[in-house]
């Protein structure tokens, strides 16, 4: 007789996830500046250009920087390809960020309604509408797909554009959300229980308040109107007692994405 291991649900094995706001289309913005540096860097370690003739353009426009490194270039049309190349690079970096995401989790949480971080986008068209799990509940909705051959899960607790009754809009619809979010928390996470949770994770809720959880948070404002967001968070700190092992991580948008935080 065979004995069969039982598959591993790959909701449960993830001890970080992303949570994400409307703030995330702001970091895939193509900023001219914010490019003019980039190539810069790129200039400064690549050595193939005097360091000089590059700080002496500090401050000028980007056009008037490639246009002026160029021109004074000893050899301009390799000076100009490799500006255009560092320039793609830049862009092709920026498009490319959501697939960055994935890379790094496989469970995201997201505020947001539409469906960019969803890839492949051939995964969205309506005969495949099944793929979003529980859809019309808030604690458990979600759309899974496949990702460089792994299992992805994107949860959506304010709601999906194609399902548009889902959509958390004014405050009736969030005080409906905060009751069956109170109502989970008392259930499965009572705060005048002194046993570690042991819960599996297969609500959005459940990273917030399990143990040996990790929560970046990212591009999302931590506003006041969120008051579903806050009730969980300060559920959280009631009850951090027996989940010591459970770290929020927020990252400043203005900051390196992948470097400096500020830990909340």
């Excluded at 591993?8 to 409307?22: D, I």
């Excluded at 590059?54 to 008037?64: A, F």
């Excluded at 049309?77 to 697939?99: A, P």
């Amino acid at each position: 007789m065979n004995n069969h291991k039982k598959e591993p649900n790959y909701l449960e094995s993830q001890n970080r996830v992303l949570f994400v706001g409307n703030g995330i289309n702001d970091a895939q913005k193509i900023n001219w500046n914010a490019m003019l540096f980039y190539v810069q860097d790129r200039l400064f370690k690549d050595k193939s250009i005097d360091s000089e003739k590059i700080s002496n353009l500090d401050g000028t426009s980007p056009t008037l920087f490639f246009e002026s490194l160029s021109k004074s270039s000893s050899n301009p049309e390799e000076t100009e390809k490799k500006l255009r190349d560092f320039v793609k690079d830049y862009v092709n970096d920026k498009s490319n960020f959501v697939h960055k995401l994935w890379d790094l989790y496989n469970v995201i949480i997201t505020t947001n309604f539409d469906n960019n971080l969803i890839i492949p986008k051939s995964n969205i068209n309506d005969t495949n509408e099944k793929k979003l799990v529980n859809k019309k509940s808030v604690l458990y909705r979600r759309f899974d797909f496949q990702f460089e051959n792994q299992k992805k899960a994107l949860f959506f607790p304010h709601g999906y554009f194609k399902n548009p009754e889902t959509i958390c809009l004014g405050y009736e619809q969030y005080i409906k959300n905060l009751r069956r979010i109170e109502d989970f928390l008392n259930t499965y996470y009572p705060e005048n229980n002194k046993k570690k949770n042991e819960k599996k994770s297969t609500s959005w809720i459940d990273y917030f308040v399990n143990d040996n959880k990790t929560i970046d948070i990212l591009g999302f404002s931590l506003c006041d109107e969120e008051i579903d967001i806050w009730k969980v968070i300060n559920h959280r700190k009631k009850i951090l007692e027996k989940i010591k092992n459970n770290t929020i991580n927020y990252y400043d948008l203005s900051l390196d994405l992948l470097g400096d935080e500020n830990q909340k």
